[in-house]
């Protein structure tokens, strides 16, 4: 007997909800439209002598750690000092290995032992292993990126960044591992974990750089420690969901055989679940790399100075050759850690008579670096790229723009003006002549309405967070940048999701493009931006939506293929039309996943606006690289708390919106 209540017709439901909404909507542009003078001025600001002082108090609880605290005879700066120089260590070898070379002593008297490993030994390892993992296919692929590396001058910076990224994944994925463990065996610490991890992932990367000079000083030490710190979170709730996955049979035969709690642990779960494991190892290498432009802030090097570089010479040429050399790196390993993944069973059938082949492998490895180390003292062109054979094409980069701004200049110029006086200072009006106390009950009643108490409540004090500590009108310039871009990046993308949903080969050729953009490193988005529509919030907004509106292409685009076909016919059968068809049907259940899209950009476009504050933003942003330049570690963890504190009201909104709105479609309990 069905006993479900009768499904509320959707013309009562919308009546329902539009008081509240006419009612908002009618608020907000009083305040935006009243008279100067007509709302109080601690309505738009805190009064100072209100404000929690929290970045003074983190500024000053910073100077203690390093300067007072200590464990025992050490203090604490010696302690993270001490913990930096064994991280060189193995930096240092790996960067011995494939950029210099190793050496017998230091400064003029130096004296060279052997080259750095060759780059056409490392293209031939790197393809050979290729081609153990996935196949002749994959060998081409691997081989043409670091070719490409080669090929393009970027080889010798390449290393410098691989050498990083060698070292800092270890540690990233054994870090999450563990703690994923804990929090696996422990759920009060898993409780604990959950919203360090949230933090983490919505924080700017910029926030957490100053403390981290504090502690382990300027260098690439300190950037690899940004690096592990920054790719541990994906990891660790991989970890969580990949141990609670395994078959409850599997854990219940390893507790029939005896083991105790470690060896189930180890011996069973880890090893049952090591395919989904693989999955996290391969998004600590894609945000490793995600990481190095910013790392290069701190000491770096590689590829991201070399990006970082161009961007401040505005050399667009250079800034995209050393971005798509990044790309490449990118692609190639993380097509090697797919492949491992996919492949894994496989390699330890073939190796795993094993041992002995593992062994062989290895020695064979090593044993041809050492070959090309010792060759390369001898053969110079081997120990690094012969650079008449280089080629470039940085000029032809730089001969485009200008034409383009030769040409299209009064064009662009009317464009952005355009644009400028309608859409972007209008907008901009309107959020910063919002009073906070309107703003927060708005956001509490979204909460209330969309989520019950609980959910009113966070949202509530995510806002009053960003209130208390003083940095509204800065918060409502970067929920005005985002907001903007979202809106333009949806407007772009649910069109074009919507149409890739129903072409196979334009999804096939769209998606080649949005993987692209979204391998591209972020700066690299400022550099063609910025010498076509100079520094701005313009210019800043175009970057925000270039780097963001992926997302909601391909959630648009999965959630219109991924229609049971059987409601479509059934609507066909039912005589409606094609747009019929479109807009009852295929929209309204695919309209989940296009709000879970939504989530996903306006994640990353608040992650581009702390980047784009190098083009002139006045946000949160600038906060945050303000921070980083003055080394001041309160003003940086604040406001890039605040950017989170944005993120996270976006995301519980929309999260419990997509929830609430699936029960209604009956697509969930």
Not at 36 to 56: F, H, K, M, N
Not at 140 to 154: D, E, H, I
Request: net charge positive.
């Amino acid at each position: 007997m069905n006993t479900a209540a009768p499904a509320v017709p959707t013309g009562l439901r919308l009546r329902a909800g539009l008081p509240f909404w006419l009612a908002a909507i009618g608020l907000s542009l009083f305040f935006a439209l009243a008279p100067r003078g007509l709302v109080p001025r601690w309505a738009l600001r805190l009064p100072r002598d209100l404000e929690i002082p929290l970045d003074r108090y983190l500024s000053q609880w910073m100077d203690w750690l390093v300067t007072r605290a200590s464990f025992g005879p050490f203090t604490f700066k010696e302690v993270t000092r001490g913990f930096a120089w064994l991280m060189d260590w193995p930096l240092s070898l790996a960067k011995s290995l494939l950029v210099s070379g190793f050496v017998l002593g230091q400064g003029s008297a130096a004296e060279p032992l052997s080259a750095p490993v060759s780059w056409a030994a490392v293209i031939l390892f790197a393809g050979l292993l290729a081609a153990r993992l996935g196949g002749a296919r994959l060998a081409l692929l691997v081989v043409g990126c670091f070719a490409y590396l080669a090929l393009f001058g970027q080889w010798s910076s390449a290393m410098v960044t691989l050498s990083s990224i060698l070292i800092a994944v270890p540690f990233g994925v054994v870090g999450g591992l563990l703690l994923g463990i804990g929090g696996f065996r422990s759920p009060r610490f898993e409780r604990l974990l959950i919203p360090i991890l949230d933090v983490m992932q919505t924080v700017p990367v910029f926030a957490y750089l100053v403390p981290i000079l504090f502690l382990f000083g300027f260098g690439p030490v300190a950037a690899m420690i940004a690096t592990i710190i920054y790719a541990m979170p994906p990891m660790v709730r991989v970890t969580l969901l990949a141990l609670r996955r395994v078959p409850a049979e599997i854990a219940e035969f390893g507790r029939m055989a005896g083991c105790t709690r470690r060896q189930l642990l180890w011996k069973v779960l880890v090893p049952a679940s090591r395919p989904a494991l693989m999955v996290g190892v391969n998004q600590v290498i894609m945000l490793s790399l995600n990481m190095v432009i910013i790392a290069s802030m701190i000491g770096a090097g590689g590829l991201g100075y070399d990006v970082l570089a161009s961007l401040r010479r505005l050399d667009i040429g250079e800034g995209l050759e050393a971005g798509v050399a990044i790309t490449v790196l990118a692609i190639a390993l993380d097509r090697l850690s797919q492949a491992a993944a996919t492949r894994g069973e496989r390699l330890r059938h073939d190796m795993g008579r094993g041992i002995v082949d593992r062994g062989r492998l290895l020695t064979g490895a090593g044993l041809l670096a050492l070959a090309s180390m010792a060759i390369g003292r001898e053969i110079p062109a081997l120990a690094a790229y012969p650079e008449a054979f280089e080629v470039s094409t940085a000029p032809y980069w730089a001969a485009l723009v200008k034409w383009i701004n030769v040409n299209f200049f009064d064009q662009l110029e009317a464009f952005k003006t355009f644009l400028v006086l309608n859409l972007l200072v209008p907008v901009k009006r309107f959020l910063l002549a919002q009073p906070w106390p309107w703003v927060v009950a708005l956001l509490a009643a979204l909460g209330l309405r969309l989520g019950g108490v609980r959910l009113a409540l966070t949202v509530t004090g995510f806002a009053m967070f960003v209130v208390l500590t003083g940095f509204w009108t800065k918060a409502m310039i970067t929920v005005y940048l985002c907001g903007l871009a979202v809106v333009i990046a949806a407007l772009i993308g649910i069109p074009l999701g919507i149409a890739c949903g129903l072409s196979e080969r334009l999804w096939r050729f769209v998606q080649g493009v949005i993987d692209t953009l979204q391998t591209l490193p972020s700066f690299v988005y400022l550099i063609p931006v910025v010498m076509l529509f100079r520094v701005g919030d313009f210019a800043a907004m175009i970057a925000v939506v270039l780097y963001a509106v992926a997302p909601v292409i391909r959630y648009t685009a999965h959630g219109v293929r991924s229609i049971p076909p059987q409601l479509v016919e059934a609507g066909t059968t039912s005589g409606c039309t094609s747009r019929q068809l479109l807009f009852k049907v295929r929209l309204p259940l695919a309209l989940p996943e296009i709000l879970l899209g939504i989530n996903q950009t306006i994640m990353l476009a608040l992650s581009m606006l702390v980047i784009t504050a190098l083009v002139g933003t006045r946000d949160l942003g600038q906060e945050v690289y303000i921070a980083l330049t003055k080394a001041d570690v309160g003003q940086g963890l604040v406001a890039g708390l605040s950017v989170a504190a944005i993120a996270m009201i976006a995301d519980r909104l929309i999260g419990a919106g997509t929830t609430h709105m699936k029960q209604r479609l009956g697509l969930a309990t």
